[in-house]
């Protein structure tokens, strides 16, 4: 069985979490904030709150950046689906814009068309987030001079994107956004086993986030309400938080991580070099690289050409699966699962999400796949196809 994805672990990150078991603080302590310095420091951003997951910290993010009942967030629809999730959670209304044919990512173009028809009805989205799909960037530098024409907030969504980089800058230094999210389930680029970071470069989202990660407690004395001395302690719940603390343990293995994160995104760029080379031959797109792009190379999305293919593309995703190839499908789009189709959303809503939905496969892409299992995969996609 040759996963998609899945972590990399040495000696190195499990005795940094044994370390840990073995010290005082198995939550609440002081690697956490050391993650988050080691992270900040990498992406070039002024403040990261680290949570536990990214899903977590889009909601925290959201909350942070005001989305309430009466707001409207955009996302992509090739996305996961906590991308969305996280504006119904605060009780918003979600949309799609429909992606780019060459880089999958939200389209500029859409973008911009349905600002401008949204702004004519007054519905303009509070937030919008895009998702660096695969690890490369969206056109953040437009989507940003969109949001100073229009006036909405941008959470980048760089849960695939750890590492890498857009116009030679870290993605994670917010050049271009309010806040960006990181994810670090074991899939992705770097792993925590669970955990998610926002990075920052605005004191008060970050100050807000931290509170709501935690309760909502505060015990800075600065930031609690006047009462009577008697009545003033060492901690006061100021807002509605919640408990999405990560722990000492997990940031152990955070922090031991990046010490090979580029060490990491070498190693997938040279699988999809591999990759490149080896599928040039056979009837599929491979990833297309926007030039401004440095990819984290997360997932390897291979576009089947159906017409010169005499399967379709459920059989082919058959097929490597039954040669035990866990191939995968990044993603269905949001609004075609049950739940956003019981909002009102139907079929071919977005055009392009839907081509691309009929015709993508993911296939394996991780630092620790060999070239052996890189051939079996070649292999069993030659035999699918030919
Ligand atoms: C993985 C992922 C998430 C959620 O990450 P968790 O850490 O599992 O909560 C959100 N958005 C995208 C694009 C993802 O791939």
Redesign the pocket.
Known sequence: MIPYGRQDINQEDIDAVVNVLQSDFLTQGPVVPKFEKTVAHYCGSQYAVTVN???SA?HIACIALGVGKADIVWTTPI??V??ANCALYCGATVDFVDIDSCTYNLSVERLSEKLSIAEKRGKLPKVLIP?HLCGQPCDMEAIHSLSQQYGFKIIE?A??AIGGRYKNEPIGNCRYSDITVF???PV?IITTG???MALTNDEKLAKHMRLLRSHGITSTSDDMHQRPLEELWNYQQIALGYNYRMTEIQAALGLSQMQRLDEFVTKRHDIATRYDQMLSSLPVVTPWQHPDSYSSCHLYVICLKLGEIDKTHREVYEVLRDAGILVNLHYIPVYRQPYYEKMGFVAGYCIEAERYYSEVISIPMHPGLTEAQQNQVVEALKKALL
């Open positions: 997951s990214a899903t889009l996305t996961f906590a991308s998702v969504d849960s695939h994810s670090f389930h992705k669970e955990g998610g």
